[in-house]
């Protein structure tokens, strides 16, 4: 928490990319100084405050049968008004959509993210009780390595059409707009979660476009 009533108060929404997943099979994530979150929060300063909720297996708007409590639109719900006042929401959410058991177009998965995008205009309230300022990143692509445990079949192809349905949201939408995989890529171990090195060049990224 921090405490400076001035501070700018950003939530980052996301799922096991945000949450920090090490990609090596364990389901530890990485250390808080590591994670984008915090690299993101050491770099912008005391000045500025971040919200860390992020999920393994978090979707959009879908009900998991697998996995209990995954759906991003349930949780958004209160998170938004547990966390108002908010002045800016990062969202990143979509390759857990691309799962071979939810059957989602790209473009299915970019109206599911709208949906999201719709709620935060919604609910959140800035200090001065106007709605935040949103970025909404296009997640890394998926790399499809053998049998994955994740069920990703058929997701690599997919992942890589995302960016642009993602823009035309974000331009609907007034929100800035961010292509990660432009900058990241999975780790090779599992070709979906992000080596500590992309977590630092996700937080390098945001501060350049927060700042401006």
């Known amino acids: 928490m921090n405490t400076d009533r001035d501070a700018i108060r950003i939530l980052c929404y996301g799922d096991s990319n945000t949450w920090g997943g090490v990609p090596d099979g364990s ?118 390595i053998g049998e994955s445990e994740y069920g990703m079949k058929g997701a690599e192809r997919k992942s890589k059409e995302l960016a642009q349905f993602y823009k035309e949201v974000a331009g609907k939408h007034g929100c800035e707009f961010i292509d990660i995989a432009e900058y990241v890529q999975p780790s090779s171990i599992d070709g979906c979660h992000l080596e500590k090195e992309a977590h630092d060049k996700i937080a390098q990224v945001l501060e350049e476009k927060i700042r401006k």
Request: neutral net charge; aromatic residues 6%.
């Open 27 to 144: 389901y530890f994530r990485h250390p808080s100084d590591i994670r984008w979150t915090g690299r993101l929060q050491s770099r912008l300063g005391d000045s500025f405050e971040i919200m860390e909720e992020g999920l393994c297996g978090r979707t959009t708007v879908l009900d998991d049968p697998k996995e209990e409590g995954r759906n991003g639109k349930t949780y958004l719900i209160p998170c938004i008004k547990s966390h108002n006042p908010l002045d800016l929401v990062v969202l990143m959410l979509g390759t857990n959509d691309l799962k071979e058991r939810f059957n989602q177009s790209p473009e299915q998965v970019a109206k599911n993210v709208e949906e999201l995008v719709l709620i935060i205009k919604k609910l959140g309230l800035n200090k001065d009780k106007k709605e935040p300022k949103i970025i909404l990143i296009s997640p890394a692509h998926i790399t499809e």
